[in-house]
T-cell receptor
Framework: NAGVTQTPKFQVLKTGQSMTLQCAQD?????MSWYRQDPGMGLRLIHY???????DQGEVPNGYNVSRSTTEDFPLRLLSAAPSQTSVYFC???????????FGQGTRLTVV | AQKVTQAQTEISVVEKEDVTLDCVYE???????LFWYKQPPSGELVFLIR??????QNEISGRYSWNFQKSTSSFNFTITASQVVDSAVYFC????????????FGQGTELSVKP
């Protein structure tokens, strides 16, 4: 049972480059979300989705785009990478019934 | 507005000591869920416990116990007889009902257990 799969695990980008962080879950969860983790700040919500075709902004959405064309996939796009986006990114999925969120292994992104 | 505060940034204890990690939350919702996650040095997030707002019973799981008190908006986590393997960052998180599954995390407490 794969759970939540994130790719890649590590990535180095140059300022201005774009890329997509992939997230897939095989648990048929309606809710999916992206967080970034920075030292001393916990995890902050970037974008989230309550189902296919529905997305919304979280606390720190600037510089990121998302889409949810299927229940399984929730990619996060960096349009023009900036050093401030250097962080560890986590994707999560859960059901609407208040159960725990299942997290991917994380992507460590460095923007130089 | 919702908020989670973990005032302890770092805690260092010696093995076999008991340690309590504090978590204070703010919410206007009457239905909400509280969580604790562990992040070991390897970086993954490990689910420890979930508690809903209508269940104030304390819970014990082995060396771990949780004290949920709505009167003080706290959900504290105690490790009894700590071990080196407990060294990790611990996050408390809040999820409100009908909010799209969003989790609001505290800043995390880094626990170091020394032999």
């Amino acid at each position: 049972n794969a759970g939540v799969t994130q790719t890649p695990k590590f990535q180095v980008l140059k300022t201005g480059q774009s890329m997509t962080l992939q997230c897939a879950q095989d648990m048929n969860h309606e809710y999916m979300s992206w967080y970034r983790q920075d030292p001393g700040m916990g995890l902050r919500l970037i974008h989230y989705s309550v189902g296919a075709g529905i997305t919304d902004q979280g606390e720190v959405p600037n510089g990121y785009n998302v889409s949810r064309s299927t229940t399984e996939d929730f990619p996060l796009r960096l349009l023009s990478a900036a050093p401030s986006q250097t962080s560890v990114y986590f994707c999560a999925s859960r059901t609407p019934r208040g159960t725990e969120a299942f997290f991917g292994q994380g992507t460590r992104l460095t923007v130089v | 507005a919702q908020k989670v505060t973990q005032a302890q940034t770092e805690i260092s204890v010696v093995e076999k000591e008991d340690v309590t990690l504090d978590c204070v939350y703010e919410t206007r919702d009457t239905t909400y869920y509280l969580f604790w996650y562990k992040q070991p040095p390897s970086g993954e997030l490990v689910f420890l416990i979930r508690r809903n707002s209508f269940d104030e019973q304390n819970e014990i799981s082995g060396r771990y116990s949780w004290n949920f008190q709505k009167s003080t908006s706290s959900f504290n986590f105690t490790i009894t007889a700590s071990q080196v393997v407990d060294s990790a960052v611990y996050f408390c998180a809040l999820s409100e009902n009908n909010q799209g599954g969003k989790l609001i995390f505290g800043q995390g407490t880094e626990l170091s257990v020394k032999p």
